[in-house]
């Protein structure tokens, strides 16, 4: 009933959409079409019109798709242009308006149905808005669609534009044929800090000093599912204020290197391979941002085959500060001091990698990703702080099976200073020879795990780091795990790698009977069949006695397990490997009392702690108010897995996300994590989330 304009690889710019109706006289009236719909937040403004309608008899045009000033969309009737065009400023036009917000940078379908006597709004198969309007076969005469013109405020694009048979589903035509998107993977990041403004840093500048960094890029679906597709990805250094690209100075290094069996070449002449959907990137900064006027970079991710550069196949990294090996970070304006270590004592005195020692009563830390990389320099500055475990290995070892018990996880280490302890750099990716003598210092215990085994993990990313330990639980036992997990923690100075060493071989074996006996040798298993096993286990790990996983909570569940209405055992091992830190944390003595008193919100997603920070009429609450969440992107083994983040109104009116440190909770004893965090100078008063409206990104 219709032709349409649109490039052949089902990829078109909005404004070089044209829709023309045609033979309208077998339809009684009636139009269907759909489309996918991608608008880049950098391009465009609003309200504007993404689709206009236009009238060859009278030489007339007319919205019939716009986004509002809030991004909602609305549906406007085919035949006021024939009949009240005139006198349209006169009266109010009818329409079907969707209270949806429109995603930026997200693709989204859109469905429009006009009948002859009612049209809808379709937004990824559901009707999100209808009104009542007369369309008869007259009306659709002559009648042309066309995307957003050069007046409109908007750049878009569009994927799969159908003009859709007589009694069509459009809900069939949401599932079919979904476009592409490229996305930076921020969870297998490694060799990353965050600075106090937000800003990755990264040790970079001259070859004896720069530092890899790796990042991973994913191809998937609009549905969130790993594309296949042989394609190669080339990624370049970019200005983060402009997206300019740094140009390479006269005789001197490409601003960014990668790294191939130890030598370093430009990005721009290497491209990664996307393998099952991903690609990964081992990379050098060898311009510091100090030499660039203090700019800070981005990289940027595409597809070189691709003759017309599209946005939504591209990706960009976060902005990133390049620093030189001995600068240290912007100082911080906060009033919550960053923790360099996860070293606490009891008192509450950190002993802080090359700091002075100061007085630091809270818990409460920036919240920002730990990378497996860092490390606390040992036998120099500060006299190091010995840490006496609450429970022996051998104890540990047996009660680590308790899952009933709450505790039932050792929450320290007994760490001492060698008399000769070479003193390490804060970066695993430092002087090979330094790193291989620090591993055979360490490895002098009789261990069964081979110095290569611990050496390999503290340089690994976090998908090397997972394939380690599920190779590691499977043959080990629990005490040489957590044997190992003490190697790791000496090696690379940091505690916080331990705890999900620790866990790590009682979850994957839990994991695998938990799937058995869910999929019955089947590939894959619904997901209304998934939700009562997984409410079972969780209450089974967390020992929480009267507070379930909601509906709200299941979703927010799926989005992180990548789930469908049928679960692969692939998108069932990333939520659970997500699900059981969560439950295990909440089995320590207090958390679980949280929990069920609801002071701790759960499985919620950082858009809605931070949306109900805000009152009425958009403006923020008091100052102190705050939500305690698990987040969303931390998943089993990165060390944050199973932490809480405290998300607030600060003293600034600005929404902060700090990260708790539960291993110095843990290690404080007789004060509760409600008391402590009371005491806390910007915190006041506990925010209830009393209605959940899901706005997963």
């Given at each position: 009933?219709?032709?349409?304009?649109?490039?052949?690889?089902?990829?078109?710019?909005?404004?070089?959409?044209?829709?023309?109706?045609?033979?309208?006289?077998?339809?009684?009236?009636?139009?269907?079409?759909?489309?996918?719909?991608?608008?880049?937040?950098?391009?465009?403004s609003?309200?504007?019109?993404?689709?206009?309608?236009?009238?060859?008899?009278?030489?007339?045009?007319?919205?019939?798709?716009?986004?509002?000033a809030?991004?909602?969309?609305?549906?406007?009737?085919?035949?006021?242009?024939?009949?009240?065009?005139?006198?349209?400023?006169?009266?109010?036009?009818?329409?079907?308006?969707?209270?949806?917000?429109?995603?930026?940078?997200?693709?989204?379908?859109?469905?429009?149905?006009?009948?002859?006597?009612i049209?809808?709004?379709?937004?990824?198969?559901?009707?999100?808005?209808?009104?009542?309007?007369?369309?008869?076969?007259?009306?659709?005469?002559?009648?042309?669609?066309?995307?957003?013109?050069?007046?409109?405020?908007?750049?878009?694009?569009?994927?799969?534009?159908?003009?859709?048979?007589?009694?069509?589903?459009?809900?069939?035509?949401?599932?079919?044929?979904?476009?592409?998107?490229?996305?930076?993977?921020?969870?297998?990041?490694?060799?990353?800090?965050?600075?106090?403004?937000?800003?990755?840093?990264?040790?970079?500048?001259?070859?004896?000093?720069?530092?890899?960094?790796?990042?991973?890029?994913?191809?998937?679906?609009?549905?969130?599912?790993?594309?296949?597709?042989?394609?190669?990805?080339?990624?370049?250094?970019?200005?983060?204020?402009?997206g300019?690209h740094?140009?390479?100075?006269?005789?001197?290094?490409?601003?960014?290197?990668?790294?191939?069996?130890?030598?370093?070449?430009?990005?721009?002449?290497?491209?990664?391979?996307?393998?099952?959907?991903?690609?990964?990137?081992?990379?050098?900064?060898?311009?510091?941002?100090?030499?660039?006027d203090?700019?800070?970079?981005?990289?940027?991710?595409?597809?070189?085959?691709?003759?017309?550069?599209?946005?939504?196949?591209?990706?960009?990294?976060?902005?990133?500060?390049?620093?030189?090996?001995?600068?240290?970070?912007?100082?911080?304006?906060?009033?919550?001091?960053?923790?360099?270590?996860?070293?606490?004592?009891?008192?509450?005195?950190?002993?802080?990698?090359?700091?002075?020692?100061?007085?630091?009563?809270?818990?409460?830390?920036?919240?920002?990703?730990?990378?497996?990389?860092?490390?606390?320099?040992?036998?120099?500055?500060?006299?190091?702080?010995?840490?006496?475990?609450?429970?022996?290995?051998?104890?540990?070892?047996?009660?680590?099976?308790?899952?009933?018990?709450?505790?039932?996880?050792?929450?320290?280490?007994?760490?001492?200073?060698?008399?000769h302890?070479q003193?390490?750099?804060s970066?695993?990716?430092?002087?090979?020879?330094?790193?291989?003598?620090?591993?055979?210092?360490?490895?002098?215990?009789?261990?069964?795990?081979?110095?290569?085994?611990?050496?390999?993990?503290?340089?690994?990313?976090?998908?090397?780091?997972?394939?380690?330990?599920?190779?590691?639980?499977?043959?080990?036992?629990?005490?040489?795990?957590?044997?190992?997990?003490?190697?790791v923690?000496?090696?690379s100075g940091?505690?916080?790698?331990r705890?999900?060493?620790?866990?790590?071989?009682?979850?994957?074996?839990?994991?695998?009977?938990?799937?058995?006996?869910?999929?019955?040798?089947?590939?894959?298993?619904?997901?209304?069949?998934?939700?009562?096993?997984?409410?079972?286990?969780?209450?089974?790990?967390?020992?929480?006695?009267?507070?379930?996983?909601?509906?709200?909570?299941?979703?927010?569940?799926?989005?992180?397990?990548?789930?469908?209405?049928?679960?692969?055992?692939?998108?069932?091992?990333?939520?659970?490997?997500?699900?059981y830190?969560?439950?295990?944390?909440?089995?320590?003595?207090?958390?679980?009392?949280?929990?069920?008193?609801?002071?701790?919100?759960?499985?919620?997603?950082?858009?809605?702690?931070?949306?109900?920070?805000?009152?009425?009429?958009?403006?923020?609450?008091?100052?102190?108010?705050?939500?305690?969440?698990?987040?969303?992107?931390?998943?089993?083994?990165?060390?944050?897995?199973?932490?809480?983040?405290?998300?607030?109104?600060?003293?600034?009116?600005?929404?902060?996300?700090?990260?708790?440190?539960?291993?110095?909770?843990?290690?404080?004893?007789?004060?509760?994590?409600?008391?402590?965090?009371?005491?806390?100078?910007?915190?006041?008063?506990?925010?209830?989330?009393?209605?959940?409206?899901?706005?997963?990104?």
């Open positions: 009933m219709g032709s349409k304009v649109i490039q052949d690889d089902g990829y078109s710019s909005l404004k070089d959409l044209k829709l023309e109706i045609k033979n309208t006289d077998d339809v009684n009236g009636s139009l269907s079409l759909c489309f996918w719909l991608y608008l880049p937040a950098d391009s465009s609003f309200p504007c019109t993404i689709l206009h309608q236009h009238n060859s008899d009278i030489n007339s045009s007319a919205p019939f798709l716009t986004l509002t809030n991004k909602e969309m609305v549906l406007y009737p085919i035949r006021f242009i024939v009949q009240e065009a005139s006198n349209s400023d006169e009266m109010e036009i009818p329409s079907a308006k969707s209270k949806i917000e429109v995603p930026l940078n997200k693709w989204v379908h859109i469905g429009c149905e006009v009948s002859s006597d049209s809808r709004l379709f937004i990824n198969g559901e009707i999100t808005g209808e009104m009542c309007a007369t369309c008869t076969p007259d009306s659709l005469k002559n009648i042309s669609l066309y995307g957003a013109n050069e007046d409109d405020p908007i750049e878009g694009y569009v994927h799969g534009v159908e003009i859709l048979p007589v009694m069509s589903s459009i809900k069939d035509y949401f599932v079919k044929d979904p476009p592409l998107q490229l996305h930076v993977d921020g969870l297998n990041g490694t060799g990353i800090e965050e600075d106090t403004d937000g800003a990755w840093i990264v040790v970079g500048g001259k070859a004896s000093c720069r530092r890899n960094f790796s990042l991973d890029v994913v191809l998937m679906d609009a549905f969130g599912n790993l594309v296949n597709k042989e394609m190669e990805v080339v990624a370049t250094l970019t200005y983060a204020d402009n300019a740094v140009e390479k100075p006269d005789d001197l290094e490409a601003p960014l290197l990668t790294s191939y069996d130890g030598t370093e070449f430009p990005a721009c002449d290497r491209p990664s391979q996307l393998v099952n959907g991903r690609a990964s990137f081992k990379l050098k900064i060898s311009q510091l941002s100090s030499k660039c203090h700019k800070l970079f981005r990289i940027k991710f595409f597809i070189p085959k691709l003759e017309k550069g599209y946005p939504f196949l591209e990706a960009y990294s976060h902005s990133i500060r390049c620093i030189s090996r001995n600068q240290n970070p912007l100082p911080s304006t906060l009033i919550w001091k960053r923790s360099t270590s996860a070293i606490h004592v009891v008192s509450g005195t950190p002993w802080l990698d090359g700091s002075s020692v100061e007085p630091m009563n809270n818990v409460v830390h920036e919240a920002k990703p730990t990378p497996s990389s860092k490390r606390v320099k040992f036998g120099q500055g500060n006299p190091f702080v010995t840490l006496q475990s609450d429970i022996p290995s051998k104890q540990w070892d047996q009660q680590s099976h308790e899952g009933d018990k709450p505790n039932g996880r050792s929450l320290h280490l007994e760490a001492r200073q060698e008399p302890e003193s390490y750099n970066s695993c990716d430092s002087d090979s020879s330094e790193a291989t003598n620090s591993c055979k210092s360490i490895a002098s215990n009789g261990s069964p795990v081979s110095d290569a085994t611990v050496f390999k993990y503290c340089l690994g990313n976090l998908t090397e780091k997972s394939l380690l330990l599920k190779d590691l639980a499977s043959s080990a036992s629990e005490k040489d795990v957590v044997d190992f997990a003490i190697q923690s000496q090696f940091c505690l916080h790698h705890d999900q060493i620790r866990i790590s071989k009682r979850m994957i074996e839990d994991g695998t009977k938990v799937w058995s006996l869910l999929s019955q040798n089947n590939y894959h298993v619904s997901w209304d069949n998934t939700i009562p096993v997984l409410q079972d286990q969780f209450m089974k790990i967390s020992c929480c006695r009267s507070r379930f996983l909601t509906q709200q909570d299941f979703e927010v569940l799926k989005r992180i397990g990548n789930c469908q209405e049928l679960v692969t055992q692939e998108n069932f091992e990333k939520l659970w490997c997500w699900l830190p969560v439950a295990f944390s909440l089995s320590q003595n207090g958390l679980n009392e949280m929990w069920d008193s609801r002071w701790i919100e759960g499985i919620i997603t950082k858009e809605e702690a931070e949306s109900s920070l805000y009152a009425s009429g958009n403006s923020l609450v008091d100052p102190g108010t705050f939500v305690l969440r698990f987040p969303t992107s931390r998943s089993w083994p990165h060390p944050d897995a199973g932490n809480l983040i405290v998300t607030y109104v600060g003293s600034d009116f600005v929404i902060h996300h700090r990260l708790l440190s539960l291993n110095f909770f843990h290690s404080c004893g007789g004060k509760s994590l409600k008391e402590m965090l009371l005491e806390e100078r910007e915190l006041s008063r506990l925010q209830r989330i009393t209605t959940r409206s899901l706005r997963l990104s």
